[in-house]
């Protein structure tokens, strides 16, 4: 099993996992908003639906640039991205998505399973003691 190299990627691998869920988590009031606000033709609801999407938009651009610096011990390739690279045989998936598999284990299980190589990696920092 693979560890981090340090302390920073360690906390940037959690806060992206956060970031990737609440984004998911926001989508549905945004559009839960924007659907009465349409409905009922108010106008300060599709406002709100609008600044919520803005917000995603933001965090969005964010977890894009905090995730591009993450990357897999071993094949270096970002496991919370979708990269073009082709998946390893047995990667799993949360409702067709293997970021959200990442994810989910970095933040209840304590480790990984890189989708692109497939080898797990621990969420703790590699020993310096040799
Ligand atoms: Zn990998």
């Given at each position: 099993?693979?560890?981090l190299?340090?302390?920073?990627?360690l906390?940037r691998?959690?806060?992206?996992?956060?970031l990737l869920?609440?984004?998911?988590?926001?989508?549905?009031?945004?559009?839960?908003?924007l659907v009465?606000?349409v409905?009922t033709?108010d106008i300060?609801c599709?406002?709100?639906?609008?600044y919520?999407?803005?917000g995603?938009?933001?965090?969005l651009?964010f977890n894009?640039?905090l995730t591009?610096?993450?990357r897999c011990?071993?094949?270096l390739?970002?496991?919370?991205?979708n990269?073009?690279?082709s998946?390893?045989?047995?990667v799993?998936?949360?409702f067709?998505?293997?970021r959200l598999?990442?994810?989910?284990s970095?933040?209840?299980e304590?480790?990984?399973s890189c989708?692109?190589?497939?080898?797990?990696?621990a969420m703790?920092?590699?020993?310096?003691n040799r």
């Amino acid at each position: 099993m693979h560890r981090l190299p340090t302390k920073s990627a360690l906390w940037r691998y959690r806060l992206a996992s956060c970031l990737l869920f609440f984004l998911i988590i926001g989508l549905f009031p945004a559009v839960g908003v924007l659907v009465y606000g349409v409905i009922t033709r108010d106008i300060p609801c599709i406002t709100i639906s609008g600044y919520i999407f803005g917000g995603l938009i933001l965090l969005l651009l964010f977890n894009f640039i905090l995730t591009s610096k993450l990357r897999c011990p071993l094949c270096l390739v970002s496991p919370l991205q979708n990269r073009g690279c082709s998946k390893h045989r047995d990667v799993q998936r949360i409702f067709g998505s293997h970021r959200l598999k990442v994810a989910k284990s970095i933040l209840v299980e304590g480790h990984f399973s890189c989708p692109y190589c497939g080898e797990m990696t621990a969420m703790e920092i590699r020993s310096t003691n040799r």
